[in-house]
């Protein structure tokens, strides 16, 4: 169990700090929300995911996007600008998807895509699939009027949608408190009729064992939609861009320190042999300069590549957009 | 139930105006409601993924009547009443979209859309391009425009061009009970999303309809009423109050050529441009304020196609630049009618103020709607 839960989370880790050394040479062409500090929450709560489930994400997604198994080599490309970019160069580093893998989009606007995956657990639920929806949002996500919306007509109809808020206290550089005047979370998607527990710490063995059972019991059919859970984690680095940013002073190095402390990829890292966490991570650092590689060497779109996408003109019946 | 109308056979037959011409055998009448309601039908019986919500769309009023007998017979499931959450549940249907459902979202007035701007424009717009058409978005959202009978500010707005802004987003006002069957038939096969606007008082139409399947497809408009002198092109309800001005237009000794651009994105505006590279003069109805309105863009397009090649006038009308009010005179003068759309065509054609206003016609009047709503 502990060997692809430290592939996933060491991925991201590598990814994103790679991205963070490529980032001024000006290659990257698209705004980067890393999420170091905080990969623990997508990789855990992916892991009981299969292919044929769907997450939707946040601009702050690199985590979820990889953790589901979405393409890396696609994910770089596309913030590299390029033609061989999930996109095609169309949506850049906050509007990841790859739908083959289930990773169905990521909004700029926050709060949004939590009503698309109620919706496409909607979907699930009609054509009864036996598949999960897993819907990422921030804290800041869940003051939004469409959170409480969303999870009203979730708890309505059932739906096997598993709502996952990534806690990390800080709306750009707002904290929690100063945004929310009761701060429990929780306590919001509990009144909606949600199923709602809070996970602390950042822990991510507690939260594969709960992601875990719940997608179990979804399966199953021994527990119906909707749940919800609050990951507390935090993130290290600046809101957008590839540094800290300590020195705002909305926040202090002194706050971070315990969080960087419990470093979850040291934790997980500890429970592997030095033989088969070396195996994992020379197989990824392999992985990410043959990424950074092809995004490097790949095109940028062909400039009639403007206008096309706007409208769908397959006039087929369309049934299902990825493979079942 | 349904309101008394004072001359619904003369609106009818005015309605019925281009499809007659077009379709001179059909005998089969039905109303706007009606035919929304068959159009609807039809799709979810011969497709198992059109699903129909919005609220109230499976109460005792069945939303005029649009979606009667659907949840009986497509099950709750496929037909569902919403909680009132216009941004979620836009957001849904989306999400509904993108798993491949072909969801119709109905919104039982127009206004009330501006709480589902952002999952319209941020999301069902955006979804095909930003994602470098990996997904599609095929969705219909019904809604309707409200007018007279106290609507007033926030029951009566005509808001279609800040969809038509938007690249992504199709948007259809058919005016006839044969456009209202075969539009939504398109935008429901329609693999993008698609805005259908329908106007409360159109929905008392009475026209020709075929019984089977057809689609009015996007991009195309109807020349209702042949003419030289002057094209008028009127949107949503106004196509009515536009065909009535043609009628006090011969009185005049003018004869106006009547468009129904039924599509206004895509817009054909070669049938437009056409018809004014004929006549030199063009007047646009709209059934919404002027000021960056889908008739100051109908205008302009029309201009850049024909500056250099013709001289041309143009006229624009609509609501006045005021929120609509509820007393009757003070709505009356907010709206363009039949006399006044007639009396600002034959200036157009006389190339100056004339002072001209028809006297009313009791076949051409308006019909009156008694609420309740």
Known sequence: MYEPLYRTLFRIRRVEEEIARIYPSDKLKSPVHLSIGQEAVAAAMCSPLTREDTVFCTYRSHAAYLAKGGDLKQMLAEMYGKATGCTKGKGGGMHLIDPEAGVMGASAVVGTTIANAVGYAYSVKLRRQNTVVMSFFGDGGTEEGVFAESLNFAVLKKLPIIFVCENNGFAIHTHQSKRQGLPDICG???????????ITDNDILKMHERATATVDALRSGTAAGPFFFECQTYRWKEHVGPNEDFKLGFRTKNEAQPWIDNDQVKRLAALLSAGKRKKIESQVEAEIQDAVAFADESPFPDLSELTTDVFHTSTTP???QRAA | MAPTLCN???TS???????LALHPKL?????YVDAVREATDQEMQRDPNVILFGLDVDDPKAIQGTTRGLVEKYGAERVFGTPLSEDAMTGVAIGAALAGLRPIHVHIRMDFLMLSMNQLVNVAAKSSYMYGGRVKVPLVVRSMIGKSWGQGAQHSQGLYSFFMHVPGLKVVAPTTPYD?????????????????????ILHFQNGPVPEKSYSVNPGKARITCPGEDVTLVGISYMQLECLRAARYLEDAGVSAEVIDPIWLAPLDIDTIADSVRRTGRLCVVDNGWTTCGASAEIITQVMERLQGEREIRVQRLGFAPVTCPTSPPLEAEFYPDARRIAAACNDLVRGKKQGWLPEERPDLKDIEFKGPF
């Open chain 1, 188 to 198: 919001r998607a509990r009144a909606a009729g949600v199923t709602s527990e809070l």
């Open chain 1, 318 to 320: 369309f049934a299902i």
């Open chain 2, 8 to 10: 619904d056979q003369d």
């Open chain 2, 13 to 19: 037959q005015f309605a019925a105006t281009g499809t």
């Open chain 2, 27 to 31: 005998e089969r009448t039905l109303s």
């Open chain 2, 180 to 200: 209202a069957k075969g539009c939504l038939i398109a935008a429901i096969r329609d693999d993008n999303p698609v805005m259908y606007v329908e106007h409360r």
